[in-house]
């Protein structure tokens, strides 16, 4: 396990000169996890009802647009955002979209054009995916309808198509409702009703949706920042929306902002972990080392690993001593 900060406060480093690298593979520890407790669809009740076997992978592909519609090509970028989400558990590990877009990239093919099935496949081989989402998605101005089919990589089988439609402002529903037929494929003994399961699901505004669909692609910091924020304000209780721009004014290095808004999401929401990781280590580039031990001690408190206690030994460590 890589640690995130150094052992000793004689080591410490610069702010901007913690390594990326070992957040990112920090983070991926992280969501693996804690996959279940970042899944808004899927609660406690229903996670302990998977089976308990040795977790897979599985990676959702953007859906490809077979729609004439003008205006909706953003929504084939959604669907791994949401079936992703729903999909999450202890036993099922889905592929993030940096990894994705990175595999993209090994592969020498661009992530935004259709390609062929064995082209997807060898992408999907590269991954060590057990399983891949393919589909695609129509609209005729009046019914939305999405399909999507689940490879299974180990047996080189493909399911029949999970077809899902209805009106287009149901978007969100529709992609939830098609992450449970997905869901009964990789786990036939899911004791959930899809009722129970789409009541799960957080009640997020389309456009609200839309920009932030439009955020995680954006190409620029600016942008990220500019639909998130737009997100934001359109769905102000959109913790996802928040985390990431959180996450963008992070990458900046405008960690004042930063910490103003991981510390927006609330203890009791799921992705409170991951924003108080980034709460403490935002708070310890700015040398506020009490607010970044506040983070971390609540993190260790709901993840106690040597990591995060080497973490919140480092920040207390930086604090200054009490008088005798």
């Known amino acids: 396990m890589v640690a995130i900060l150094p052992r000793h406060s004689s080591a410490l480093r610069p702010p901007y000169s913690l390594p990326r690298t070992a957040i990112i593979v ?29 977790v897979q992978t599985l990676v959702v592909l953007p859906f490809e647009n077979v729609s004439d519609a003008p205006g909706i090509e953003w929504i084939g970028e959604s669907f791994p ?33 259709h390609l062929s099935r064995a082209t997807l496949f060898r992408i999907a081989e590269q991954m060590d995916a057990d399983y891949a989402v393919l589909g695609e998605y129509n609209f005729d101005g009046r019914t939305f309808t999405a399909k999507a089919q689940l ?3 180990k047996r080189l089988s493909l399911s029949p198509p999970q077809v899902e439609s209805g009106p287009l402002l149901d978007l969100i529903e529709i992609q939830s409702a098609l992450a449970w037929d997905l869901l009964r494929l990789t786990q036939p003994a899911l004791l959930t009703s899809k009722q129970q399961f789409l009541a799960a699901s957080p009640v997020i505004r389309l456009d609200a949706f839309e920009n932030y669909v439009r955020g995680v692609t954006a190409s620029s910091r600016a942008l990220r920042l500019k639909h998130f924020r737009e997100a934001v304000r359109l769905n ?11 996450r963008a004014y992070y990458d900046g290095h405008d960690f004042e902002q930063a910490v103003s808004w991981f510390a927006r999401i609330p203890k009791t929401d799921p992705l409170a972990r991951e924003a108080s990781f980034y709460l403490g280590l935002s708070a ?9 031990e506040d983070a971390f001690t609540f993190l260790a408190s709901q993840l106690p690993l040597t990591e ?6 480092v920040v207390a460590g930086r604090q200054p001593l009490p008088d005798c």
Not at 308 to 313: A, F, K, P, Q
Request: no cysteine.
């Open 308 to 313: 995060v206690y080497n973490n919140l030994g």
């Open 26 to 54: 920090w983070l991926r520890f992280l969501r693996r996890i804690l996959a279940f407790l970042l899944l808004p669809g899927l609660s406690f009740a229903v996670a302990q009802e998977l089976p308990r076997a040795t």
């Open 81 to 113: 955002e949401v079936i992703g989400q729903r999909l999450a558990s202890p036993s099922l590990y889905v592929v993030p979209r940096q990894d994705r877009l990175y595999a993209f990239d090994r592969a020498g093919v661009p992530a935004n054009v």
């Open 236 to 246: 102000p209780s959109y913790t996802h929306a928040i985390l990431e721009l959180a």
């Open 151 to 153: 490879l299974d990589m």
């Open 284 to 292: 310890y580039y700015l040398n506020d080392f009490a607010r970044a």
